[in-house]
């Protein structure tokens, strides 16, 4: 970030130098700081669109774009593309009632002392 503003600071000082010279007009210096300023922008922009997209490629997500795209392959071939996570599937009630009756005849373990004669 230092080095970005010594960039600006060093423009700005040039530019400045050239108009109270007389080597260019004040509107001149405008039109070229705001150019500079939109292809600084534009840079900073496909940067930052770059990471983002290495980041995101890391992770493994894909794009909206790429997804519908996939989606209508899948489609066309026939199948059902599903948005959404299907719930677990839940027991049936055979399932539940038989769990029920198990529950129920619990087989209690006794201990036996066993005496011993003297």
């Known amino acids: 970030m230092a080095k970005a ?3 600006l600071f060093s423009t700005l000082r040039t530019y400045l130098t050239k108009v109270t010279e007389g080597e260019r007009s004040p509107a001149e210096v405008a039109a ?5 300023a939109r292809e600084s922008a534009d840079a900073l922009k496909a940067k930052i669109h770059e990471e983002v997209e290495a980041s995101v490629a890391k992770m493994g997500f894909i794009k909206r774009d790429e997804f519908d795209r996939l989606a209508a392959q899948v ?8 948005s959404k996570k299907k719930s677990p599937s839940k027991k049936s009630d055979s399932t ?6 198990d529950s129920g005849k619990k087989i209690k373990k006794t201990s ?3 005496s011993v004669k003297k």
């Not at 070229?32 to 500079?36: E, F, G, Q, R, T």
């Not at 539940?96 to 009756?101: L, M, R």
Request: glycine fraction near 8%; charged fraction near 30%; proline fraction near 4%.
């Open 5 to 7: 503003s010594n960039d």
């Open 32 to 36: 070229a700081v705001n150019s500079w």
């Open 75 to 82: 489609a066309a071939l026939g199948g059902k593309p599903t």
């Open 96 to 101: 539940k009632s038989s769990a029920k009756k």
């Open 112 to 114: 036996v002392k066993k």
